[in-house]
Structure formats: structure tokens, C-alpha cells
């Protein structure tokens, strides 16, 4: 093992295989523990850290220039916010008693939230 070298872990960043989703032509985000973590084309990096107790489920509206997250507070809000300038639009609650199970932009300006346990329910 010597002979090839020794890997040593030194610093790790938080994407874990969620979904990555395209905010504008050139960038794309991601939920990164408890940040929304933009990434444009060039590498350049820009970390939004949740107003809320991390984020569970990301949606985005790439047309309109905004993306919602849930965070994972006991009940769960939803907080929905413009990009570039990063500027909250809303913040929804009472959609859910533990959980968000998926957020969903529609084609034209509609956001659907669907709760997990004990629920499941739909709201628009």
C-alpha cells in the first residue's frame, strides 16, 4: 500500500446525492446540510444558510427566478426566496406536522407541498 501512496481525508463538503436543480442557464443548486449551496459554470460558489433549522426539501422555478425549502423544525416551514438577490417572498407554515415529503413548482406560479407522516396531504 505504501507503494501507491496513503489517502488522507483532510476537509469534506456536504453534498450527499440529493437533487440538483438549474436556477439559470449557468447555475445550478443544491441542499448542503443546513445552506442552499449555489454553483455557477465558472466554480464560483455562494452559500445561503437557512433561516430555519436546516433544509429538508428543495424545489426551484427556474423560469421565475425563486426556490422553496423546507426546513426541518417540529412543525416544518416552508421558505420561499428570489435568486440572485436572495430576497424571502414567503415563508409558509401549518402545510405539514412533521415533515415535507416533496415541494413542487408548477409550469406558471404555483408551489404544491406534499406532507409526510401522519398526513399526506396536498396544498397548492
Known amino acids: 500500500m505504501e507503494s501507491i501512496g ?3 481525508l483532510s476537509w ?3 453534498y450527499d446525492g440529493n437533487n440538483t436543480h438549474f436556477i439559470d442557464k449557468s447555475t445550478i443548486c443544491f441542499a448542503c446540510g443546513h445552506n442552499v449551496t449555489f454553483v455557477k459554470e465558472n466554480g464560483e460558489e455562494m452559500v445561503f444558510p437557512s433561516p430555519g433549522e436546516g433544509v429538508g426539501t428543495l424545489a426551484v422555478h427556474s ?3 425563486v426556490f422553496a425549502f423546507s ?3 417540529l412543525p416544518p416551514k ?3 426566496y428570489s435568486f440572485p438577490g ?3 417572498k414567503a415563508v409558509l407554515q401549518g402545510g405539514a406536522q412533521l415533515e415535507y415529503s416533496a415541494i413542487a413548482f408548477s409550469a406558471s406560479d404555483y ?3 406534499v ?3 401522519p398526513e399526506f396531504e396536498l396544498a397548492v
Do not use: P, W
Open 111 to 113: 408551489l404544491a407541498t
Open 6 to 8: 496513503s489517502l488522507v
Open 115 to 117: 406532507s409526510g407522516l
Open 86 to 88: 436572495l430576497e424571502q
Open 12 to 14: 469534506a463538503k456536504g
Open 78 to 80: 416552508v421558505f420561499v
Open 71 to 73: 426546513d426541518l423544525s
Open 63 to 65: 423560469v421565475n427566478k
